[in-house]
């Protein structure tokens, strides 16, 4: 079964600083992997995505995130954490099938302190 | 251009009741999630609709949650009778078309409380 892992509950980062924020996939067949933010009493926003192509994948708010085939991983990263980037996290990967249904991980809490 | 709209924002029932869930997608989408999100986990497909067709609802408990899309437009999400695990956010979510790998859109989601 596809599934998504983010081993980090928790990630902090002073302001200005570069933030990473962990994903691991397990899948069968080309994964289609997708990043989503959650702020307080919002639902989520859609920030990336990798289907094919450039390993490297750019999307909102300055965030880009690299596949990487040999480590199943899709991390997220930035080059200069903003205090207003503090949220909750989520990478997710598509199931197979006939459906575009999401498979979440458990999400990474992002704190970006001033 | 209007994201997904959900309604209400906040519901508080207590167990045995029945309660429904509202969801405008973005205009022209002709897929629609519905997920459930638990405290501290992410959030988890319960029923996704191709116009107004079920292509997904393995992980709906059919025994008290219902759904539908009449016209391929509006859905509504229904819980009867209600327990205490179903509380929980509901979130509504569109994209273009299925399956495709196109982003989905969120709404605000509707939290609900089961006392």
């Known amino acids: 079964a596809q599934s998504v892992a983010q081993p980090e509950d928790q990630v902090n980062v002073a302001e200005g600083n570069p933030l990473t924020v962990k994903c691991t996939y397990s899948?069968?067949?080309?994964?289609?992997l997708f990043w989503y933010v959650q702020y307080p009493n919002r639902g989520l926003q859609f920030l990336l995505k990798y289907i094919t192509g450039d390993n490297l994948v750019k999307g909102s708010y300055g965030f880009e995130a690299e596949f990487n085939k040999s480590q199943t991983s899709f991390h997220l990263k930035k080059p200069s954490a903003l205090v207003s980037d503090s949220a909750l996290y989520f990478c997710?990967?598509?199931?197979?099938?006939?459906?575009?249904?999401?498979?979440f991980g458990t999400g990474t809490r992002l704190q970006v302190f001033p | 251009e209007a994201g997904v709209a959900q309604s209400p924002r906040y519901k508080i029932i207590e167990k045995r009741q029945s309660v429904a869930f509202w969801c405008n997608p973005i205009?022209?989408?002709?897929?629609l999630y519905w997920y459930q999100q638990i405290l501290g986990q992410g959030p988890k497909l319960l029923i996704q609709?191709?116009?107004?067709?079920?292509?997904?609802d393995s992980q709906l408990p059919k025994d008290r949650f219902s759904a539908e899309r009449l016209k391929g437009v509006d859905s509504t999400l229904k819980i009867q009778p209600a327990k205490l695990e179903d509380s929980a956010v509901y979130l509504c979510?569109?994209?273009?078309?299925?399956?495709?790998?196109?982003?989905?859109?969120f709404g605000p989601g509707t939290r609900l409380t089961v006392t």
């Open positions: 205009s022209g989408h002709a897929t």
């Open positions: 997710a990967v598509r199931d197979i099938g006939n459906t575009d249904k999401l498979i």
């Open positions: 979510a569109s994209s273009l078309s299925a399956p495709a790998g196109y982003e989905q859109y």
């Open positions: 899948v069968s067949g080309n994964p289609y």
């Open positions: 609709f191709q116009n107004n067709g079920v292509v997904d």
